[in-house]
């Protein structure tokens, strides 16, 4: 039997841009979340989500995981990016966009050399 933890693992792992929010890209149900899916549709590059609110044991543990209390929280190639102030700092700056359309590049490179 698989764990939560085995359960986000396999997530992270699976995808290469990753977010846990509260609610979903077209419906968030929270302003932190809203704001970061926001920056993050801006690369324009697609995403893969996790609804915590659908999924009340990684709403649980992924804090412990991660040792990043809060949500929404941004995983890019397996590492933890942050939450929302770094997500929308980070879109400011110009360093998401070049974060996630280098990781986008690297893995459409990836799955169209298999």
Not at 2 to 30: A, F, R, V, W
Not at 33 to 47: H, K, Y
Not at 53 to 67: H, M, Q, T, V
Request: aromatic share 8%; with cysteine; charged share 20%.
């Amino acid at each position: 039997m698989s764990t939560t933890i085995d359960n986000i693992k396999q997530q992270i792992g699976e995808n290469p841009i990753l977010i846990y929010m509260k609610g979903s890209p077209q419906l968030p149900q929270c302003g932190f979340s809203a704001q970061a899916v926001q920056a993050l549709m801006s690369c324009g590059e697609r995403f893969a989500f996790v609804n915590i609110l659908d999924n009340p044991d990684i709403r649980a543990e992924l804090p412990k995981y991660a040792n990043w209390p809060t949500f929404p929280q941004l995983w890019v190639d397996g590492e933890l990016v942050g939450g929302c102030d770094i997500i929308v700092e980070m879109y400011q700056n110009g360093e998401l966009e070049t974060l996630i359309k280098a990781t986008a590049a690297k893995h459409n490179q990836a799955s169209s050399d298999a």
